[in-house]
Structure formats: structure tokens, C-alpha cells
């Protein structure tokens, strides 16, 4: 119950298109849900999160849909640029803070 | 840059030792986690320190320890080294004591051979 599913493991994507990577869990009591990019050598770093209070949360190329009957939500990237190339991580906490996992990740690419 | 200072950034040692990894919280940040990422288990929340305290615990072996010192530096003590505890170890810090705000480190790359 405390595990954060992701797919695909593996993303390619054209300069200008869209990149979408979904996640599902299982835990219904997880009340946080971040997604984090990370790019080779660095730290991970938070995107953009959402709560289950929403359904969509967007910032610039960046939204989060959320389905809380599905228990399921997904990152999209429009306009994907060659820039956008990391590795993106969803995330699911409760108690905002406590108690958190996070999916195994999607190695994106996007070709120029 | 996140301003969370890890040291070192590499790491070579052999099995059955012991190693400290470091990290400088940014400044004004009271709470630090610290995680482990590998190939095999993806990243995985180790613990959680606030204020010197222990907040919180994951998934950390007891061959690993950890503290935060009064000027609220952190080190994570790592002992028994096995070739499976070769990963990146990332240091996040906060002000609050909640994760979902943390700023990574750029990690210490640690091999054990």
C-alpha cells in the first residue's frame, strides 16, 4: 500500500510535443503528491506538487492531473524542449511532510 | 545551486569500513533528510532530523547512523560497508520539518569495492 507505481520507465519525445508520465498509488490516505526533476549529477529538484483538492494544477509548460477516484495522476510537459531531458520522479506523502514514497522515475528525452 | 552543501562528492572505499558523509543545511534551514539512491531501489528516504532531534525514520539499516549537530550540520555514518551500499546519498534540507519543501545536495557518490 505504500508504493507509488510510474510508467513508463522510458520516454521519447519530439522537440514541441507533449510528455506525459502517470502515476498510481494505492494508499488512500496520501494527501501530497510532487513531482520532482532531476538532471545527471544533481540533486533532485521539486517541479510542481499537487492536493488531492484539485483535479489540475498547472505552471507554464508544466500540469498536474490528479484523479482521486483513480488514484492515479500524471505530469505533462507541453511543448517539450531538448532542456526537459532528466529523469522525473513522482512523490506521495501523508500528513504533508511524514510518511512519504516515491516512484522509480522516467528517464525523458526529447530530441531536437 | 540549492545551497545544501554535501561533502565529498565522491567516495571510493572497500567493504567492511566506515564512512561519513556530510551536509551543510542552506542557511536558516532547521530540518534535514537524508536519502539514498541506487539503481535497484530507486530513492529511498533513509531519516529525518529537525532541530537536532530525530524526526523521522525510513528505510535506514542499523549498520547506518546519523546526527545533527547543534549548528545544524548533519552526518550520516555509514559502517560495515557492503558492495550493495554502493549508490548516490542525497542531503535535503528544510525550514519546517516537512520534506514536501526540502532542497537536495548534489549527493555523495559513494563506491564500495
Known amino acids: 500500500q505504500q508504493q507509488v507505481k510510474q510508467s513508463p520507465q522510458s520516454l521519447i519525445v519530439q522537440k514541441g510535443g507533449i510528455s506525459i508520465i502517470n502515476c498510481a498509488y494505492e494508499?488512500?490516505?496520501?494527501?501530497?503528491f510532487p513531482w520532482y526533476q532531476q538532471f545527471p549529477g544533481k540533486g533532485p529538484a521539486l517541479l510542481i506538487a499537487?492536493?488531492?483538492?484539485?483535479s489540475e494544477k498547472k505552471e507554464g509548460r508544466f500540469t498536474i492531473s490528479f484523479n482521486k477516484s483513480a488514484k492515479q495522476f500524471s505530469l505533462h510537459i507541453m511543448d517539450s524542449q531538448p532542456g526537459d531531458s532528466a529523469t522525473y520522479f513522482c512523490?506521495?506523502?501523508?500528513?504533508?511532510?511524514?510518511?512519504?514514497?516515491f516512484g522509480p522515475g522516467t528517464r525523458l528525452s526529447v530530441l531536437p | 545551486d540549492s545551497g545544501v552543501t554535501q561533502t565529498p562528492k565522491h567516495l571510493i572505499t572497500a567493504t567492511g569500513q566506515r564512512v561519513t558523509l556530510r551536509c551543510s543545511p542552506r542557511?536558516?534551514?532547521?530540518?534535514v533528510y537524508w536519502y539514498q539512491q541506487s539503481l535497484d531501489q530507486g530513492l529511498q528516504f533513509l531519516i529525518q532530523?529537525?532541530?537536532?532531534?530525530?524526526?523521522a525514520k525510513g528505510n535506514i539499516l542499523e549498520r547506518f547512523s546519523a546526527q545533527q549537530f547543534p549548528d545544524l550540520h548533519s552526518e550520516l555514518n555509514l559502517s560495515s560497508l557492503e558492495l550493495g551500499d554502493s549508490a548516490l546519498y542525497f542531503c535535503?534540507?528544510?525550514?519546517?520539518?516537512?520534506?514536501?519543501?526540502?532542497?537536495f545536495g548534489q549527493g555523495t557518490r559513494l563506491t564500495v569495492v
Open positions: 542557511s536558516g534551514d532547521l530540518s
Open positions: 499537487i492536493r488531492p483538492d484539485v
Open positions: 512523490a506521495a506523502s501523508k500528513d504533508y511532510g511524514q510518511n512519504f514514497v
Open positions: 532530523y529537525y532541530n537536532g532531534e530525530e524526526r
Open positions: 535535503a534540507s528544510s525550514v519546517e520539518p516537512s520534506w514536501a519543501e526540502a532542497f
Open positions: 494508499n488512500t490516505a496520501f494527501d501530497y
